[in-house]
């Protein structure tokens, strides 16, 4: 059983398109959250939601919004895709935040290509 | 603003050489450091974790080391095997942004059979 979930795991789509990666954990934890891993492989955290609490990355576009219907669901919806927006998206999770000294879980990764 | 960053960006060694890969950071201020690894095509695995009281985690044929004061991390990795081939990455945790992880770019191993 996949602790954390993503789908779809390949997206390729138009710029201007309006698109949602959907993301599921199994492990019960109070903590979910995305980051992007550019073409340079870097990784960067995006967003983190504990309890209905949403902490944004300020370098962020504001295209980007998170969505969490229960605790155990993070979606990632995104605006007007830019062809700078093509990366690779991880969803992940912890028990707690990230101060509480808890590893973190992450999905397999969606790959987003914007044409 | 914390930086990680990861020294060397490559390496490969001939199997069952023991090997060490680093990691250092600008601010002594975390609460913890974790390395994961990550394949291609793949997610990523978390290694260790290691607190900011601890010295060292071990699990296996791996031992990771913190100095918080210097900002360095070391993962040694011994008797290596081709399966270690993969990607090493160095995070820190040092509260406020997003609250997320801060990583390095990463080290990219290949362990010669």
């Known amino acids: 059983d996949t602790a954390v979930s993503q789908t779809p795991k390949y997206l390729v789509t138009q710029m201007g398109n309006d698109k949602s990666i959907k993301c599921e954990q199994n492990?019960?934890?109070?903590?979910m959250y995305w980051y992007k891993q550019d073409s340079k492989k870097f990784l960067k955290i995006m967003f983190s939601?504990?309890?209905?609490?949403?902490?944004i990355n300020e370098t962020v576009p504001n295209r980007f919004s998170p969505k969490s219907p229960d605790k155990a669901h993070l979606n990632l919806h995104i605006n007007s895709l830019e062809l700078g927006d093509s990366a690779v998206y991880f969803c992940a999770s912890s028990l707690r935040g990230g101060g509480s000294g808890n590893t973190i879980y992450f999905g397999e990764g969606s790959w987003l290509t914007v044409v | 603003k914390q930086e990680v960053t990861q020294i060397p960006a490559a390496l490969s060694v001939p199997e069952g050489e023991n090997l060490v890969l680093n990691c250092s950071f600008t601010?002594?201020?975390?609460?913890?450091l974790q390395w994961f690894r990550q394949d291609p095509g793949k997610g990523l695995t978390s290694l260790l974790l290691?607190?900011?009281?601890?010295r060292e985690q071990t699990s296996g044929r791996l031992n990771a080391s913190l100095d918080k004061s210097s900002g360095r991390s070391t993962l040694y990795i011994a008797a290596s095997q081709p399966g270690d081939s993969a990607t090493y990455l160095c995070a820190v945790y040092s509260g406020g942004g997003a609250d997320g992880l801060t990583f390095g770019k990463g080290t990219h191993l290949i362990i010669q059979p």
């Open positions: 939601y504990n309890n209905k609490e949403l902490i």
């Open positions: 601010d002594s201020a975390i609460y913890n």
């Open positions: 290691i607190q900011s009281s601890q």
């Open positions: 492990l019960g934890h109070d903590t």
